[in-house]
């Protein structure tokens, strides 16, 4: 490693050659987390969308956790987050819970789903509009930035994110009690784009 004209900035012909250093100086390699991104940016859209939704959800719940910590007051999230009865929700008919931005939906199927309130790509929220009317069906989650559309089960409708899913938490149900664990994120699956929506 020689000086260049007796100033402080080193070059490496050798390592330059490797892409680690220019050739005037150091250069950063780059970070794990630039390679991942540049990995998934390779990817079909419907697997980046998909790979999103857990990654969106790590960061919101990391950020929620470091403003509580910092701030010494604010909301805490408990790992699970007792809901209520199985019959405390009528079917079809998604109930929201404001601190967590989570919404419960029982299904005709008696499946319940606990859905994340932050739209795909945006991440604003996604209120329930029974009267929202699209594809000739009424009863959507609709993004409140993008007015991209959701049916029932999360699944979305708009060309922007067409088949993909919104994030979803485990459930579970025992002894007709309904519980999310909030720190369970549901792994996503690939967009379907053939998928036909569920609606009220």
């Not at 067409?162 to 996503?188: I, M, S, Y």
Request: charged share 20%; aromatic share 10%; net charge negative.
């Amino acid at each position: 490693m020689v000086a260049s004209g007796g100033s402080d900035v080193y070059s490496a012909p050798g390592l330059w050659a490797c892409g680690r250093f220019s050739g005037v100086g150091f250069e950063i390699p780059a970070s794990p987390t630039s390679k991942l991104i540049e990995r998934i940016a390779h990817l079909p859209w419907p697997w980046r969308i998909g790979l999103s939704v857990p990654l969106l959800l790590g960061v919101v719940l990391a950020l929620g956790a470091a403003v509580s910590w910092l701030t010494g007051s604010g909301y805490r999230a408990p790992e699970t987050l007792e809901v209520g009865r199985v019959d405390d929700f009528a079917i079809n008919a998604p109930k929201y819970f404001e601190e967590e931005r989570i919404w419960i939906v029982r299904l005709e199927s008696s499946e319940i789903l606990a859905l994340s309130d932050h739209g795909l790509g945006s991440g604003c929220p996604v209120p329930w509009r029974p009267r929202h009317e699209f594809m000739g069906q009424e009863g959507w989650f609709v993004d409140a930035c993008s007015g991209a559309a959701y049916d029932l089960i999360g699944r979305c409708f708009s060309q922007e994110c067409r088949g993909a899913l919104l994030g979803r938490f485990a459930v579970e149900t025992t002894g007709g009690e309904v519980n999310v664990r909030l720190k369970e994120v549901v792994p996503p699956v690939p967009a379907d784009l053939k998928a036909e929506p569920l609606n009220p």
